[in-house]
Structures are given as C-alpha cells and as structure tokens.
C-alpha cells in the first residue's frame, strides 16, 4: 500500500513527518483534494504594499511555507498621480517577475479587487491584480483571484471579520511553521496566506 492509497483511505486530519533531527508534529499541514504537486504564489495586492506568500503543496505532505514577505513600492512622483501609479507598477512588475523566476509556480492567486469602496483603493487592487494577471499571461501560469469575504468566512465563519481575527486564525494553525526564520508575519502575509489555503481547500469552487 502506497502513501497516497493510504491517505485515501483513512482521510487524516493532520501528517506527522519524521525528519533527520526527530519527530515533527505537522498539525499546520493539509492534503489538498484533486491537486497536483507543485508551488503556489499568493498576492494580497496593492501600490505600496503586497504581501505574498510562496506554498508548496504536495498531495503526501500537505501544505508547507517556503517565503512570505511584503513588496514595498516607492513614491517618486507624488501620491495618487497618474505618473506614481505607473511607476509603482513597474516596480511591482519587477519583484513579481523575480518571484516567477525564483519559484517557477504551477499557479498564480490574487485577492479579487474590493467593489463599491473607496475609489483610490479599488484603483490601487485592479492596477496591481492586471500586473500580476499580466506576469503570469507571459509566463503561460494560470492566475485565479479569491475575494477577502470568502477568505473571512472560510477562515472565521464570518464574512466581516477584522484581518487581526484572519491572521489569529492562520496563525493558530500554521503555527510551527511561522517559527521558521525570514519568515515576514504581518497582515498583509496573512491576507495572501489566507487566499492560498482558502483557494486550496474549496478547489471545486474554483474549476
């Protein structure tokens, strides 16, 4: 009987892995359904500040955080100008082609822009999602978006929940791995951490 019979038969909540230095209690890590092997980058987009998060899933393992960190931009021409927006996104377009290049992802999540808010923030999400959506076009990865409400409620149970409940509760559950070193443990982590495994577990809302 194979890993993988095994897992399907017994249909674990968590994995526990034996590693060179001991036994490790992975209670963090799941087995996404009807998923292939591979690495995930997951955006919590914006002009000036988008979080990321790196994942590398595997139909054994589960779910493991190799990077989070946080893509700062700089303002070289004044907030909210026409000439700022568009310098910001070159630089987004930057650092997201050298994560493509670093990690070679199967998949490409952003969070879905906000309707019916503030003008400038709505502008800030779709500008950023379209280079995001533009990288990934170019390096022939497929890219799919996951709203904030649906992230709240799958994490939460409420769809309204503040991002300090969202990051409590990832933060519960990946635990172990957020002890890991050069690991960034903020909200906007959180955020794009969030959209991952909610996009991961809830697959068929998303095919």
């Known amino acids: 009987m194979n890993d993988l019979s095994?897992?399907?038969?017994?249909?674990?909540?968590?994995?526990?892995?034996?590693?060179?230095?001991?036994?490790?209690d992975r209670g963090d890590l799941t087995v996404p359904q009807g998923m292939s092997d591979g690495t995930i980058i997951s955006f919590d987009q914006s002009?000036?500040?988008?979080?990321y998060a790196v994942l590398d899933y595997d139909s054994v393992v589960g779910i493991s955080i190799l990077e989070m960190d946080v893509i700062h931009t700089i303002s070289r021409?004044?907030?909210?100008?026409w000439e700022d927006t568009l310098d910001r996104c070159t630089q987004l377009l930057e650092k997201v082609t050298e994560l493509f290049l670093k990690f070679s992802p199967a998949i490409i999540l952003h969070e879905m822009p906000p309707v019916g808010r503030g003008m400038y923030?709505?502008?800030s999400s779709v500008v950023t999602a379209t280079v995001i959506r533009c990288v990934g076009a170019l390096k022939g990865v497929s890219?799919?978006?996951?709203?904030?409400?649906?992230?709240?409620?799958?994490?939460?149970?409420?769809?309204?929940?503040?991002?300090?409940?969202?990051?409590k509760a990832l933060g519960?559950?990946?635990?172990?791995?957020?002890?890991?070193?050069?690991?960034?443990?903020?909200e906007a982590t959180a955020d794009s951490l969030g959209i991952a495994v909610t996009y991961l577990e809830n697959?068929?809302?998303?095919?």
């Open 47 to 51: 002009l000036a500040n988008t979080g």
């Open 172 to 186: 519960q559950r990946f635990e172990i791995q957020l002890k890991t070193p050069g690991l960034k443990w903020n």
């Open 6 to 24: 095994v897992l399907d038969r017994f249909k674990p909540f968590a994995v526990s892995v034996i590693t060179e230095t001991g036994f490790v």
């Open 121 to 123: 923030r709505a502008e």
């Open 203 to 207: 697959l068929p809302n998303y095919n």
């Open 77 to 81: 021409y004044g907030n909210k100008s």
């Open 143 to 167: 890219v799919s978006m996951v709203s904030a409400q649906r992230v709240k409620k799958y994490l939460t149970g409420d769809g309204n929940a503040k991002k300090q409940l969202v990051k």
